[in-house]
């Protein structure tokens, strides 16, 4: 690798960390100018209630290093969420003001008509979500899901890139038991051995892959023409 691709290489997460820093801090202000009824020192001192997950992308780099309260002079409060879904009812019903949401959660509230908007895409999911088999079920090649039970987390980025693959392999859903878990819930059943194969992010991921084997992953779905994306999106009707 050449000295200007290993440059490239090591700049552009940090440009990219950046970048979301500029935008959420511009968030953050812009939510301060907006709200004229609230009086400086109470403003100042209430916290901004911003909605997470726990998947791989740059705004957790600012995040753990407490770069938007510095930068915006506010106190964050960061309030984890285990699905898109569940942010975007948080979104909804006004606890918080702004969340980290992938491309289907942000599908599912455009058809409920929510007043939400993207301000910023953070990253292109690849590596970071997979489809996960056990290594106790059997599964070899993707024809041997069927008959299996697959977990996954209804109206999220993994449930769109599992019903591409299975579209992708031509292998009928109704071929297959898909059922409803978020995360944690999925690494229970995993350990129960109440799940043959799950298509997730992390922490989960990694914790399926101790005793599993990656059968095809966001990026490689990306490929076949099902992309996937996460990003910021507010209320900016509030």
């Known amino acids: 690798m050449k000295d200007h691709e290993i440059m490239s290489t090591k700049t552009k997460p940090l440009i990219i960390t950046a970048i979301v820093v500029v935008a959420i801090v511009a968030f953050i202000v812009w939510q301060n100018k907006k709200d004229n009824n609230t009086s400086a020192s109470v403003r100042d001192n209430k916290p901004v209630v911003i909605a ?7 705004s957790k780099v600012a995040q753990a290093n407490g770069d938007y309260e ?26 918080v003001v702004l969340g980290n949401i992938g491309s289907s959660p942000l599908a599912a509230a455009a058809s409920r008509n929510l007043p939400i908007e993207v301000f ?33 987390p209804f109206v999220s980025t993994t449930h769109y890139s ?14 297959v038991k898909i059922i409803n878990l978020r995360p944690p819930e999925i690494s229970a059943a995993w350990e129960r051995g109440d799940i043959d194969a799950a298509y ?21 779905v990306g490929e076949w023409g099902a992309l996937n994306r996460t990003g910021f999106v507010g209320d900016f009707f509030i």
Do not use: C, M
């Open 120 to 152: 910023l895409i953070t990253s292109k999911l690849g590596g970071s979500e997979a489809l996960v088999v056990s290594n106790k079920s059997g599964i070899k090649t993707p024809q041997d899901l069927i008959g299996k039970t697959i977990a996954v």
């Open 70 to 95: 510095k930068h915006s002079q506010r106190t964050i409060q960061w309030k984890k969420f285990d699905a898109g879904s569940d942010v975007v009812n948080a979104l909804a019903s006004g606890d």
């Open 52 to 58: 997470y997950q726990t998947g791989v992308d740059p």
């Open 200 to 220: 997730v992010w992390e922490p989960a991921l990694s914790k399926a892959k101790a005793s599993g084997t990656v059968l095809t992953d966001s990026k490689q």
């Open 162 to 175: 599992l019903l591409s693959a299975l579209k992708h392999w031509n292998i009928p859903e109704d071929k």
